[in-house]
T-cell receptor, first 116, second 110 residues
Framework: DAGVIQSPRHEVTEMGQEVTLRCKPI?????LFWYRQTMMRGLELLIY????????DSGMPEDRFSAKMPNASFSTLKIQPSEPRDSAVYFC??????????????FGPGTRLTVL | SQQGEEDPQALSIQEGENATMNCSYK?????LQWYRQNSGRGLVHLIL?????REKHSGRLRVTLDTSKKSSSLLITASRAADTASYFC??????????FGDGTTLTVKP
């Protein structure tokens, strides 16, 4: 298996533009997580899905952020409009077991976002 | 503040020495996990210890958990230069939510 796939790996955009980050979880995994990592705030959980349904989005910083999981093999994280303080590395992770079955998360390589 | 907080923030040792990192947390957990992150890469799972376990081993890794003190430690024995990375603890609640600490940056000098 190729592991969790994220695209793009790097994104540079100007303030005010819409940004869409993509994630393909490992086949057969039921849970998907979006994280943001910065030097100042560390690794923050933004939202997680189980069986394509958002379970907890309390970490989404504000209404400019939205996430979808239209099917088991694809998720997007959208920022509209983007701001310089959104610059970070965004990680997607998936988990192979059902909700509340506790196991490791498999992380993607991340998308490094720079908003100018 | 973060549910999991590691100390020290940075650790520098010589190859062959042992490295110990600590993690403290605040609320009840179902399990605690340790991850490793190499510069510019995603996190890689190392080991999971459940709340009813006190110690776990995996190769050169030893993890302890003290739920009364809400703390955990990760010991890497006989360190190698390739162990240089950042190490994160992550606590997972019964609701399934994971929270990561700020990490310990380990440098192992050859």
């Amino acid at each position: 298996d190729a592991g969790v796939i994220q695209s793009p790996r790097h994104e540079v955009t100007e303030m005010g533009q819409e940004v869409t980050l993509r994630c393909k979880p490992i086949s057969g995994h039921n849970s998907l997580f979006w994280y943001r990592q910065t030097m100042m705030r560390g690794l923050e959980l933004l939202i997680y899905f189980n069986n394509n349904v958002p379970i907890d989005d309390s970490g989404m910083p504000e209404d400019r952020f939205s996430a979808k999981m239209p099917n088991a093999s694809f998720s997007t994280l959208k920022i509209q409009p983007s701001e310089p303080r959104d610059s970070a590395v965004y990680f997607c992770a998936s988990n192979p077991t059902a909700f509340r079955s506790y196991n490791e998360q498999f992380f993607g390589p991340g998308t490094r976002l720079t908003v100018l | 503040s973060q549910q999991g907080e590691e100390d020290p923030q940075a650790l520098s040792i010589q190859e062959g020495e042992n490295a110990t990192m600590n993690c403290s947390y605040k609320t009840s957990i179902n399990n605690l996990q340790w991850y490793r992150q190499n510069s510019g890469r995603g996190l890689v799972h190392l080991i999971l210890i459940r709340s009813n376990e006190r110690e776990k081993h995996s190769g050169r890794l030893r993890v302890t958990l003290d739920t009364s003190k809400k703390s955990s430690s990760l010991l890497i024995t006989a360190s190698r230069a390739a162990d240089t990375a950042s190490y994160f603890c992550a606590t997972q609640t019964n609701a399934g939510k994971s929270t990561f600490g700020d990490g310990t940056t380990l440098t192992v000098k050859p």
